[in-house]
């Protein structure tokens, strides 16, 4: 694998703004290619004549159940190996499934590549927070992560108003395709630019190293390598996706401007990726850290209850959150009359005005109250739960659509504001040797509860509701789903409690 690397902190300063930058740009294609499903549910229903309950299996279960059951093994390879690597391929994979959604004709097909998708996003966030909690010291990690949780929001948003868009223009077969093939041309600038941090070098008691088996010495050539070989990949990218566009299009303009895209960036490729200093890096042979099992790492979360019920209080408020991402264009479709591309924009606003606020809000504060007390870090999330209710309420009952904007940005503030605080305490609950298990475990449990159950549970009991309702019945479901964040505030109350003491228990 390749090696560790550590920079000399006047460079590392600049540096590690730049990783959690590429990092942020790869979140967001992250949730672009997660929730785009979600605002071309409608288009996709009419046209392969699915029901609510199959919209929110394919938004569900058919992502969930890789994305899931994968998480933990590949966060154990994580530990071990290369994280940079990992991500790298976890974008190639998941992008890849998310264009082969456009040629999907019926719902198993979709289906399939809904599952794809959860397979390579399996492997693209536990190890993002293991890579920041080494790029940046712990008194500044609960706003990286925060900062990093921006792209929650802006992929969000993006994915609604882009696949909204893309699919009023030319169809919601070519939002997929399009979202896909972007991502492809992501992967190689990452590998090529993000270098892998040694593990643990701003904790107080950084694990003990053992040999490795390559040097330093080495890096430069392998560098130059894979600076060659992405260039020519990322030219080769954009040409394919040029003579895609060109063929299923009858475009011709569209290899022209996809191969200077390719040209563009792998110009950028050139800029950015220079020949390492030698007087940059750590000279002696670089260093391989040993690491725990799965069963170590269990058996450390099982002495400190506060990790559970974070990772319970996420999941309840990801049972609503996911199922609101999803639900929530068809609900203005249905329940307020919006066209595609007015719903699109109308939701985006809502997801990024009020995400970005809220994510970063909940990282500030958790820094700010957490440093006394780091109970005040479960506190933050468990008073905001309480606080959105009465504007989601409000703005799913409203018939005023300006008046909905306002309900809707503020509790979408207010619900996202456990990231960075919940993030942070993950990260310094174990040793940063199992940062990446731990990371994955929380996603397991959150994800399995909250995506799997989310969309799916919504659908049906709209389903369920119609007799009653009619068209309103999504409203309702909607509504009646909101008990999911009272749960999440207690158990967020009661994480609280035991925090102090798990935080600072060996």
Partial sequence: MPAAVTQPQGQRRYYRYYVLLILILVYIFNFIDRQILGILASSIKTELG?????????????????????????????????????????????????????????????????????????GGVAPAYSLISDYFPPRERARALAAYSFGIPIGMAAGVLFGGVIAHQ????????????????LAPLFKLTVQEPVRGGFDAKPPQPIRADHSTQAEPARTRTWNRFGIHLASAAGALLGGLIAYLT???????????????????LRLVMRKPKSSGFDRNPTVNITTPGLGDALSLLFQKPSFWLLALGASCSSILGYGLAFWLPSFFERSHGLALVDRSIFYA????FG?????????????????????????????????????????IMSPSLPLVFF??????????????????????????TM???????????????????????????????????????LRYSILYGMGFYLLASALFFLAARRLNRDWHRE
């Avoid at 919601?172 to 972007?182: N, Q, S």
């Fill in 435 to 473: 940062r990446t298990t731990a990371s994955a475990i929380f996603l397991f449990v959150n994800n399995l509860i909250g995506i799997g159950f989310g969309t799916w549970f919504l659908g049906v009991l709209s389903d369920y509701l119609v007799p009653r309702y009619g068209a309103d019945s």
């Fill in 50 to 122: 699915l029901s609510d309950q199959q919209l929110g299996l394919m938004g569900g279960m058919a992502f969930a159940l890789f994305y899931t059951a994968l998480g933990i093994p590949i966060a154990l390879v994580a530990d071990r190996k290369s994280r940079t690597w990992i991500m790298t391929g976890a974008l190639t994979i998941w992008s890849g499934f998310t264009a082969l959604c456009g040629f999907a004709t019926g719902f198993w097909q979709l289906f399939l590549c809904r599952l794809g998708v959860g397979v390579g996003e399996a």
């Fill in 250 to 268: 009858d475009w011709p303009w569209a290899i022209i401007v996809s191969g200077l895209a390719g040209l563009l960036l792998a110009s950028l």
């Fill in 407 to 432: 309900l809707f940005v503020v509790p979408q503030a207010l619900s996202l504001m456990w990231l960075g605080p919940t993030l942070s305490a993950v990260q310094h609950l174990v040793p940063a």
């Fill in 355 to 395: 995400g970005m606020v809220g994510v970063w809000l909940g990282g500030s504060l958790g820094d700010r109250f957490g440093a006394n007390d780091k109970g005040n870090y479960a506190r933050v999330p468990a008073v905001a739960f309480l606080v959105s209710l009465p504007f989601f309420i409000g703005g």
């Fill in 349 to 352: 606003g809502i997801l990024f």
């Fill in 170 to 185: 030319i169809g919601w077969r070519w939002a997929f395709i399009i979202c896909g093939l972007v991502g492809l041309l």
